[in-house]
Nanobody
């Protein structure tokens, strides 16, 4: 019903920046709170950031607070993750997701997921 496609990943040096985009189709984008998660090789998927349906409230993992910014443009059906001051430990596949219920931090709260985009930060 809902399709999400991430883009904008790549290889950057530590301290650099990337902006990830997630294009949503199939349903009314503004109906869904949205989140970003990431998963490094051999590790579980972890919460990165989330944003309320109207963009008025944001949530961040402590590990990215002050460096990453989540935003959304409902007119463009797109959610963004601006990543600054990147660190090697940020290396992961980044996924956007649409939340249906539950808290903002748990992957189980999200009903729809994109395919992921790779972010690699070199030291």
């Amino acid at each position: 019903q809902v399709q999400l496609v991430e883009s904008g990943g790549g290889l950057v040096q530590a301290g650099g920046s990337l902006r990830l985009s997630c294009a949503v189709s199939g349903r009314t984008f503004s109906n869904y709170p949205m989140g970003w998660f990431r998963q490094a090789p051999g590790k579980e998927r972890e919460f990165v950031a989330a944003i309320s349906w109207d963009g008025g409230t944001t949530y961040y993992a402590d590990s990215v607070k002050g460096r990453f910014t989540i935003s959304r443009d409902n007119a463009k059906n797109t959610v963004y993750l601006q990543m600054n001051s990147l660190k090697p430990e940020d290396t992961a596949v980044y996924y956007c997701a649409a939340r249906y219920s539950g808290d903002y931090y748990s992957p189980s709260s999200y009903a729809y997921w994109g395919q992921g985009t790779q972010v690699t930060v070199s030291s």
